[in-house]
């Protein structure tokens, strides 16, 4: 059939419309020679009011905290995101986390929050476990993946790491029996190992995951890790298309260092969670690149992925190099979690530009340069 000029010049625009043309990196980062043609998304209908400004409750933290959450407010500003934060100064040597803070993390439902020091030993319990109890913020998720442009050992890593949050062996549950002498419970319940299988499960649904790894020490632990593993097992019964697998938290530490694209999502209690998560953030990257947040059933804070290096150390302080990447992420997770789809999107792609040309990187990433140096990079990415 002959098309008139203008039917052909039509049919021209609307194919422009619903394609676009994508840059195409190589494993070096150089360009390839074929371009991949990719329908458009459907667009996200919001419901009206949605787009009216949210209030998130921000904690700058300890260390470089300040630092890292200063660079998102200011791409937050850049960008006209529809968020304004309630600024609280929390540190780590406090005795107990403020009222007036979990008031506006109740009322907000949504915290930012940079690291905050935790004591070593003494009588000053951790402020971010108190946290996550007075929240019930039952599930720590962090990510950790390749980032295009940024040289690691291992290539296809995509692991999301599900680890139960509130308690395990960080209880709390201590005490002398006799002077040399200290006990230290750790707690597992069919309550919270059912809810965090059931989250990691949910979450591989929703994301299209393919594959659930529970992780445990039931060789040696047989009736606290037993019950976890029972739990999970349970859940998986429910999610036949997911599958399902074990594996012993040593032997994790190994396959992680020396396969870790075999695993997809992994469950954890809270201890192997934290080891776990960090090692995997290690290998795809490092901390400092990699988000993630504590989410309950009513209550989600968003923070660096990988607590290893959250506060940094005086020279990076000092310097003022400390990495924004990790939070600049966990942020465009907090966007999609306030239903903000299209900001999120458009701040992710900015650091993922940034870091594949690779001009702007921080110390830990193999550079120089400082953290509003990387900020000012990422904001004239934006598009």
Request: proline share 5%; charged share 20%.
């Given at each position: 059939?002959?098309?008139?000029?203008m039917?052909r010049?039509?049919?021209?625009?609307?194919?422009?419309?619903?394609?676009?043309?994508?840059?195409?990196?190589?494993?070096?980062?150089?360009?390839?020679?074929?371009?991949?043609?990719?329908?458009?998304?459907?667009?996200?209908?919001?419901?009206?009011?949605?787009?009216?400004?949210?209030?998130?409750?921000?904690?700058?933290?300890?260390?470089?905290?300040?630092?890292?959450?200063?660079?998102?407010?200011?791409?937050?500003?850049?960008?006209?995101?529809?968020?304004?934060?309630?600024?609280?100064e929390?540190?780590?040597?406090?005795?107990?986390?403020?009222?007036?803070?979990?008031?506006?993390?109740?009322?907000?439902?949504?915290?930012?929050?940079?690291?905050?020091?935790t004591?070593?030993?003494?009588?000053?319990?951790?402020?971010?476990?108190?946290?996550?109890?007075?929240?019930?913020?039952?599930?720590?998720?962090?990510?950790c993946?390749?980032?295009?442009?940024?040289?690691?050992?291992?290539?296809?890593?995509?692991?999301?790491?599900?680890?139960?949050?509130?308690?395990?062996?960080?209880?709390?549950?201590?005490?002398?029996?006799?002077?040399?002498?200290?006990?230290?419970?750790?707690?597992?319940?069919?309550?919270?190992?059912?809810?965090?299988?059931?989250?990691?499960?949910?979450?591989?649904?929703?994301?299209?995951?393919?594959?659930?790894?529970?992780?445990?020490?039931?060789?040696?632990?047989?009736?606290?890790?037993?019950?976890?593993?029972?739990?999970?097992?349970?859940?998986?019964?429910?999610?036949?298309?997911?599958?399902?697998?074990?594996?012993i938290?040593?032997?994790?530490?190994?396959?992680?260092?020396s396969k870790?694209?075999?695993?997809?999502?992994?469950?954890?209690?809270?201890?192997?969670?934290?080891?776990?998560a960090?090692?995997?953030?290690?290998?795809?990257?490092?901390?400092?690149v990699?988000?993630?947040?504590?989410?309950?059933?009513?209550?989600?804070?968003?923070?660096?992925?990988?607590?290893?290096?959250?506060?940094?150390?005086?020279?990076?302080?000092?310097?003022?190099?400390?990495?924004?990447?990790?939070?600049?992420?966990?942020?465009?997770?907090?966007?999609?979690?306030?239903?903000?789809?299209?900001?999120?999107d458009?701040?992710e792609?900015?650091?993922?530009?940034?870091?594949?040309?690779?001009?702007?990187?921080?110390?830990?990433?193999?550079?120089?340069?400082?953290?509003?140096?990387?900020?000012?990079?990422?904001?004239?990415?934006?598009?």
């Amino acid at each position: 059939m002959l098309l008139t000029p203008m039917a052909r010049r039509s049919a021209h625009i609307l194919k422009q419309l619903l394609t676009k043309s994508e840059y195409c990196p190589t494993q070096s980062g150089s360009s390839c020679s074929r371009l991949t043609t990719q329908t458009r998304h459907i667009t996200y209908m919001p419901r009206p009011g949605d787009g009216s400004p949210r209030a998130v409750t921000l904690i700058p933290g300890d260390g470089i905290g300040p630092l890292v959450t200063g660079a998102v407010e200011q791409v937050m500003e850049a960008m006209h995101a529809p968020v304004y934060f309630e600024r609280f100064e929390v540190h780590g040597d406090m005795n107990k986390f403020p009222e007036e803070v979990l008031d506006s993390i109740k009322k907000n439902k949504v915290c930012l929050k940079g690291g905050l020091a935790t004591p070593m030993g003494g009588g000053v319990s951790s402020l971010n476990m108190q946290l996550r109890r007075e929240l019930d913020l039952y599930a720590s998720l962090v990510n950790c993946f390749n980032l295009p442009g940024l040289p690691t050992r291992h290539d296809n890593v995509d692991i999301v790491v599900i680890r139960e949050n509130t308690e395990g062996e960080y209880s709390g549950l201590e005490h002398e029996v006799v002077p040399g002498v200290v006990e230290s419970l750790k707690v597992i319940t069919k309550f919270c190992s059912e809810r965090i299988a059931q989250y990691a499960f949910e979450y591989a649904y929703l994301n299209n995951r393919k594959k659930v790894t529970a992780v445990h020490k039931a060789n040696i632990m047989k009736q606290a890790d037993g019950l976890f593993l029972e739990s999970c097992r349970e859940v998986a019964t429910k999610y036949p298309g997911i599958a399902y697998n074990e594996i012993i938290v040593d032997n994790c530490c190994m396959q992680l260092v020396s396969k870790p694209e075999q695993f997809d999502v992994m469950v954890t209690p809270n201890l192997y969670g934290n080891l776990v998560a960090n090692t995997a953030a290690g290998i795809a990257g490092g901390t400092g690149v990699m988000p993630g947040g504590n989410v309950g059933a009513d209550y989600a804070v968003f923070e660096q992925g990988a607590s290893a290096g959250n506060v940094g150390n005086q020279k990076i302080l000092e310097k003022k190099k400390a990495n924004p990447v990790a939070l600049l992420l966990s942020s465009a997770m907090m966007l999609r979690h306030l239903q903000f789809p299209s900001f999120a999107d458009r701040l992710e792609t900015a650091v993922k530009e940034v870091i594949l040309k690779g001009k702007y990187k921080t110390k830990d990433l193999g550079g120089q340069s400082t953290t509003q140096e990387v900020v000012d990079a990422v904001i004239a990415a934006l598009d």
